[in-house]
């Protein structure tokens, strides 16, 4: 069954990670944990200060060829009346100061990714130059098992 509309948006809003799914150069799948804010009609991921590697980030040289994208929420326990998943489709690209893709939203969407994770008081927002992921929602889908709970 589809998650209801009311408890859908107040996930898109509040939960706390999510998986982002890009192709890679070679067309195979190319998944990592994001953290994320929901402004308007977009998501919007930061690469933010938390350690990475010093080469350009997958997912950011992967949306320059194929922009196409899926970000997947999800809960799982024990008890499987409990089980969710919500799917976002959509088109991402890479947003920075000064670039053409540059988005009126960029500015809520730092403040909203301030305000949703404290954790943004001791790490960085940004990792050097402001970047974001913008993805443009396409399509939502979802699943949980029917009347009962969801988190």
Known sequence: MRLPDE?????????????????????????VPIVFARVGPHLWSP???????????????????????SVLLDHYEDDWRRLWWIRVDGSACVVMPGDPEHHPEAGPATARLRSKYPQYATTPLFRGIPTLIRVRITGIRSWYPGPGPTS
Do not use: F, Y
């Open 7 to 31: 408890a859908l948006e107040r996930l898109l809003d509040t939960w706390p990670v999510a998986r982002l799914a890009t192709l890679g150069p070679d067309r195979t799948p190319h998944i």
């Open 47 to 69: 690469i933010d200060g938390k350690p990475k590697s010093e080469r350009a980030l997958a997912r950011v040289t992967h949306l320059r060829d194929a922009p196409r994208v």
